[in-house]
């Protein structure tokens, strides 16, 4: 179904059943079906084995699988994530997470968001969920490039994958949506 140019209304005009349907039935119809809907990517971890890093620089989680190229329409862009976390060692950890838009962090600083998990003795593993939601208000129009990073103080982090861990096997999502 085609879009039809909004009319100008005038006073006294008559309205009939087929302005009626092309300018509103037809008109929504088409924006909500329409082909060129915002660019948008997500991808829900199910993975043989959880993630794990030592890093104390800022290092991509998964290149492959947590990396979206989308081509946007120059809107703005939301860019979620949420995740569980555990402390590998016996060291108390703190992991920070941010996006590198393009290579550059959209953090900045310390980055997005920060978990902090204390491992005490080191004889039990302490969980935590982890999520943000960030807005990019203002990103020009073409192909951009979003890499989910990490980073730890010390120690080592573990991302669970949905790798059936006893007890842990949850599934972390990220996503990139224009809107």
Excluded at 39 to 54: F, H, I, K, P, V
Excluded at 64 to 93: H, K, M, W
Excluded at 98 to 107: C, F, I, P
Excluded at 145 to 173: E, Y
């Amino acid at each position: 179904m085609p879009w039809h140019s909004p009319i100008t209304w005038l006073v006294n005009q008559l309205v009939t059943d087929t302005d009626l349907n092309e300018q509103v039935r037809d008109n929504l119809s088409y924006l909500k079906q329409r082909v060129d809907a915002p660019a948008s990517a997500q991808y829900t971890l199910n993975e043989t084995a959880d993630y794990t890093t030592a890093s104390t620089t800022f290092v991509d989680v998964d290149a492959t699988r947590l990396a979206f190229t989308l081509n946007t329409s120059g809107s703005a862009v939301l860019i979620g994530f949420y995740g569980t976390f555990s402390a590998a060692s016996s060291a108390d950890t703190l992991c920070y997470l941010d996006v590198a838009l393009d290579g550059v962090r959209v953090g900045g600083d310390d980055g997005l968001a920060l978990i902090a998990r204390k491992n005490g003795s080191g004889t039990s593993l302490q969980h935590g969920t982890l999520s943000f939601t960030a807005l990019v208000p203002t990103l020009s129009a073409g192909e951009h490039t979003f890499k989910l990073q990490w980073r730890v103080s010390g120690g080592t982090m573990i991302l669970r994958a949905g790798a059936g861990s006893s007890g842990v096997d949850v599934h972390p999502q990220f996503w990139v949506r224009e809107i």
